[in-house]
């Protein structure tokens, strides 16, 4: 479900939408409901620039943080 280095245009063309950035337990459940609304999910890390100027450089949020995009399954 998760693939480094992705480019997000590129996920954008492909029909994904970025939806939500959280850790878990939420990034389950908003995972579970996603799913439940028939759409697929894919996981992608973190990058720098989604984080706010005082989590720059914390590893427990590049660690646990998860960008949930979703498109309608094929």
Do not use: H, K, N
């Not at 480094?4 to 990034?27: C, K």
């Not at 973190?46 to 998860?66: K, Q």
Request: proline letters at 5%; aromatic letters at 6%.
């Amino acid at each position: 479900m998760e693939e480094a280095g992705v480019d997000r245009a590129d996920l954008e063309e492909s029909g994904w939408t970025r939806r939500y950035v959280g850790a878990p337990p939420q990034l389950d459940d908003q995972i579970e409901l996603y799913r439940s609304l028939g759409l697929e999910v894919r996981l992608e890390p973190v990058e720098p620039a989604d984080l706010a100027d005082l989590c720059e450089g914390c590893s427990l949020a590049t660690t646990l943080f998860r960008v949930i995009y979703t498109r309608r399954a094929t």
